[in-house]
């Protein structure tokens, strides 16, 4: 039964009839492109948060590992999101402007956060809350490249 | 520079309040367990959300094996997050008191998950559509042991 997928279709419809509501001149592929990396970016926000409450020690690190390897697949397929073209939903047009100091930024994060995930495969917490600091520089890209929400 | 951090202990600090409002009978701990599997879903939805954007064309299935691994890998992590028997959020009580069918489920949903993305790493986008059906059972799990949003 495919349940599931008519789970993340249902999500999909939603989603797609707000961001046209609110950007009737877009075409469709382009709303495509805002939704997937908006998703992409709940996805991370979601993962760090959960890795964060293990570092933290507000639950045990029990899936450290696996944890910090979903975030490290994210981070590796995230610049993706970005490469069309379609300015809109929370992006500055700038992460196409300078699409090489963007890029190159997205890619050190996916280097840094598989050099984390790396570390996490041994259960060490502090070894991957060092590397944390070092990867997770959510805030100095969004200041950057993110229009803030209302 | 730690902002990441500070990001994600903002996020988490700002949830926990509203978990505590809603239910001031539960301590601390709790709060944390309910939150913690709270990202795990909310993470698992983002991933699998994105992915099926590549299984339907929406969006060039260029990331489609790292994708395909963080949903795995969250897979992998999720039955953890329910080992605290925490009832509240969306989870019915259900969950502990089948806990045998529950954690199969779960196990059984990593294990599938595992497949797909191990499918996925050829770029064959068929081959992980095929597995998507049978690995993603999200709504009769939800179905069953999830209460409805209202």
């Known amino acids: 039964m495919y349940s599931g997928g008519i789970r993340w279709l249902t999500g999909l419809v939603i989603t797609g009839t707000l961001v046209m509501a609110s950007q009737p001149a877009a075409l469709a592929d ?4 805002i939704t997937y990396r ?3 970016m709940k996805e991370m ?3 760090s948060s ?3 409450m293990m570092i ?3 639950i045990p690190p029990d899936a450290l590992a696996s944890q910090a390897k979903a975030l490290a697949f994210s981070a590796k397929g995230a610049l993706k999101a970005f490469e069309p073209k379609v300015p809109g939903g929370e992006a500055k047009p700038d992460v196409w402007a300078k699409w ?3 890029s190159k930024r997205m890619q050190t994060f996916a280097q840094k956060t598989d050099e984390m995930a790396k570390a996490a495969e041994s259960g060490n ?3 991957v809350s060092e590397r944390m600091i070092d990867a997770l520089t959510c805030k ?3 200041d950057t490249y993110r229009n803030k929400k209302n």
Do not use: T
Not at 30 to 33: H, K, L
């Open 30 to 33: 382009d709303d495509d492109a």
């Open 38 to 40: 908006q998703l992409i």
């Open 45 to 47: 926000d979601a993962e």
């Open 50 to 52: 959960a890795l964060g």
């Open 56 to 58: 933290s020690d507000q």
């Open 100 to 102: 090489d100091d963007f």
């Open 125 to 127: 917490v502090s070894a």
């Open 140 to 142: 100095q890209c969004h």
